[in-house]
């Protein structure tokens, strides 16, 4: 008889996760995963349908990627020391760097930030460290986070720029102290980058390493990300990325979106427009205070305990946005909602005037 036991078989690193929750937005105005919320015309669509009309889906697809690496380093104006590493959305290449490190290495970065970067270092069985920001404007608690660098000498740091969930830009002076005090490896996560005006893109040298996606520029569904950084590091991560990770259909969409950016560029320029007039219209109701934001998204305070309550409310009127509050800390009693087309924000704003 079989002694198979779950219990014995996988890491306790494993048994002791949750799985990483996506709520079905069926039939809700989506406004709770930062995406970008304009689809492309008909006319960009046929072009777009006409390159991929003979892709070759009988060949793997080019394991490096190389027409589209070379377009992002063109467009990110990268020298030639600087390499460019594609993953298969973010996600891929957190992962990659923490696979690489070694055994009870530690890793570094704030709380609240990005979920992944714990997620994924507790299922690795690494040592995860989040510093608390600071209560009173999120921005980085630059003694506690050089104490935990001299206290734990982390292998990686990661640092959102603009953060997730609270949307702000941390403190460059500060940014530049943490990667001058540090041994390891610095990761500038500029997701939200195009509504950011901000960038350390240029700052990619030795333990700096720049990361981004083209998920919250308007290709969420390609799952494409990408990080920037001296030769020599991308290629001990090229040593454990999944050969073919990026497919042909991705690598062809993306190079034509980026071929044709001036229409996000537009699409950019109206996000941030409608966030300027949803952070007026949040700030003029009772009870509600919304952070400002660098990103295309926005993180707001309830009053005390109604949180879910409100969340709840704004969900059964038919718009779905997150409900950061039962992560606790910081982000107690708050909600973070995207930033949609004009009448998917008027839709939320409607909800909340409802719920509050």
Same mark, same amino acid.
């Given at each position: 008889m079989s002694k198979f036991n779950l219990q014995t078989l996988f890491r306790p690193e494993v048994l002791a996760l949750s799985a990483y929750h996506v709520p079905d937005a069926q039939g809700f105005i989506k406004l709770d995963a930062m995406e970008n919320p304009y689809a492309w015309s008909d006319e960009i669509k046929q072009m777009w349908l006409a390159r991929l009309q003979n892709a070759p889906l009988n060949r793997y697809p080019d394991p490096q990627a190389r027409e589209l690496t070379a377009t992002l380093k063109t467009l990110n104006q990268l020298s030639d020391k600087i390499d460019v590493l594609l993953g298969n959305g973010s996600d891929e290449i957190i992962q990659l760097l923490l696979m690489a490190l070694p055994l009870n290495s530690h890793v570094?970065?704030?709380?609240?930030?990005?979920?992944?970067?714990?997620?994924?270092?507790?299922? $690795?069985?690494? *040592?995860?460290?989040?510093?608390?920001?600071?209560?009173? *404007?999120?921005?980085?608690? $630059?003694?506690?986070?050089?104490a935990a660098i001299e206290q734990y000498n982390p292998a990686i740091i990661f640092l959102a720029y603009p953060n997730n969930p609270t949307g702000n830009l941390f403190n460059v002076d500060a940014i530049n102290q943490i990667i001058d005090m540090t041994n390891g490896l610095v990761i500038i996560d500029e997701a939200y980058e195009p509504f950011a005006n901000s960038s350390f893109i240029h700052n990619v040298k030795n333990n700096v390493l720049v990361m981004r996606t083209v998920s919250k520029l308007g290709l969420a569904g390609l799952r494409l990300g990408y990080i920037a950084g001296e030769r020599e590091i991308i290629q001990q991560l090229h040593k454990i990325r999944l050969p073919y990770n990026i497919n042909v259909l991705t690598q062809l969409s993306v190079q034509f979106a980026l071929e044709n950016k001036e229409l996000f560029d537009l699409q950019t320029r109206a996000i941030c427009d409608e966030r300027a007039l949803m952070l007026k219209a949040l700030n003029s109701l009772n009870g509600i205070t919304p952070y400002e934001s660098a990103a295309n998204f926005i993180l707001f305070k309830t009053p005390e305990n109604q949180a879910t309550k409100i969340f709840e409310s704004i969900k059964s009127q038919g718009v779905l946005i997150k409900n950061v509050h039962p992560q606790g800390g910081l982000l107690s009693d708050c909600l973070r909602v995207t930033v949609g087309t004009p009448e998917e924000n008027q839709a939320f704003l409607a909800a909340i005037k409802v719920a509050i």
């Open positions: 570094l970065s704030t709380t609240p930030s990005f979920v992944m970067y714990k997620q994924i270092s507790d299922y $690795l069985g690494l *040592n995860y460290h989040g510093v608390s920001l600071r209560a009173d *404007n999120f921005d980085l608690d $630059l003694p506690a986070m050089l």
